[in-house]
């Protein structure tokens, strides 16, 4: 049976994204969302969990009992999580101290272990760590564009302290869009964080009813054949 892989990116991408789609992972996305540098950092961590977690699931999935999946399925992603963590502490420790706690609390993101349960173990590697890799950047995609708008509204500029990422090389990336901007504090305080959220995803929400409404336009009406005579 053939995968379709570009259904497997939409999916995780934008029409079953974890945040804006499925309102998973909550914690996180409104906890590191401070400036988009945070997000970033956080979502390519929790990618590189997702990724690894589906292949190693995908790899088991005939090894492992049905009766003690979920603690098998828990104790990978904790081990994963664990490496991901001391990775982190090594080579960005900056930004690893930044996020902090939130890091090892990735192993309880429900949408890791629900794609762990409803995706990897009932598909091959490939598409189970192609599912996990498109899961995980439309999650860093939604960490992203709140921390954008949390960080824009809030100071005036965006990815600040990009070094903390991958040191000075990725210092271009710092944009100070409205210089001596005070700013809306709520912005960037945990209610600012509710709010920009609920925005974001009424946006959606309206986006994808254009696109639903313009497809069904665009769609061909049906030809009625004509009585044989």
Not at 136 to 141: N, Q, R, S
Request: with cysteine; aromatic share 6%.
């Amino acid at each position: 049976m053939s995968t379709n892989y570009l259904s497997i990116a939409r999916d995780g991408l934008w029409n079953n994204n974890i945040v804006f789609s499925q309102s998973l992972a909550l914690c996180p996305t409104l906890a590191v969302t401070g400036t988009a540098t945070n997000g970033l950092g956080m979502g390519m961590a929790t990618t590189v969990v997702m990724i690894f977690t589906g292949l190693v699931v995908a790899l088991f999935r005939g090894i492992i009992s049905p009766e003690v999946r979920i603690p098998v399925f828990v104790l990978i992603i904790a081990t994963i999580v664990t490496l991901v963590d001391m990775g982190m502490n090594a080579w960005t420790h900056d930004l690893h101290k930044v996020l902090g706690l939130f890091i090892p609390l990735i192993v309880t993101n429900c949408a890791i272990l629900g794609r762990a349960e409803s995706y990897a173990s009932k598909h091959a590697t490939l598409p189970a760590v192609v599912d996990g890799l498109m899961m995980g950047l439309g999650f860093t995609l939604a960490l992203v564009m709140l921390g954008a708008t949390r960080e824009l509204l809030g100071s005036g500029t965006l990815f600040a302290n990009a070094e903390l990422l991958l040191g000075q090389r990725l210092a271009f990336m710092e944009v100070t869009l409205i210089p001596d901007y005070r700013g809306f504090l709520i912005a960037i305080l945990p209610p600012g964080g509710f709010l920009l959220l609920g925005f974001l995803l009424a946006g959606k929400r309206m986006l994808d009813k254009q696109l639903e409404a313009r497809k069904n336009l665009s769609e061909p009406a049906g030809v009625t054949a004509p009585e044989a005579i």
